[in-house]
């Protein structure tokens, strides 16, 4: 059974840094993709970054990019999301998520792609 545990958020501070943790277990695929989505009140989810297992690509949203950084351990069992520079529309509960299907038309951020999800963790970035 596939399980996805998210950890690692809380409250910082504007310009802060969190890393957050998305321990993954269950997997007997060849290949999948660990993405990290979030949702601020209001608002529809939105992917912020995945990784592919097979060859460690990595994806991020425009409005990431430079700021987030995403990487897995060794074993491929840990996906960790480390953010600088935060910024208060950062604010949002955090999900990970796992896609374990691909195709030509796959989205790396489409929250649709993606099969199992894990509990979500808030993420709060006060001014």
């Known amino acids: 059974e596939v399980q996805l545990q998210a950890s690692g958020g809380g409250l910082v501070q504007t310009g802060g840094s969190m890393r957050l943790s998305c321990a993954a277990s269950g997997f007997t695929f060849d290949d999948y993709a660990i993405g990290w989505f979030r949702q601020a009140p209001g608002k529809e989810r939105e992917g912020v970054s995945s990784i592919r297992r097979s060859d460690g690509s990595t994806y991020y949203a425009d409005s990431v990019k430079g700021r987030f950084t995403i990487s897995s351990d060794n074993a491929k069992t840990t996906v960790y999301l480390q953010m600088n520079s935060l910024k208060p529309e950062d604010t949002a509960v955090y999900y990970c998520?796992?896609?374990?299907?691909?195709?030509?038309?796959?989205?790396?951020?489409?929250?649709?792609?993606?099969?199992?999800w894990g509990q979500g963790t808030q993420v709060t970035v006060s001014s």
């Open positions: 998520a796992a896609d374990i299907s691909f195709d030509s038309t796959w989205l790396a951020l489409n929250s649709y792609e993606y099969d199992y």
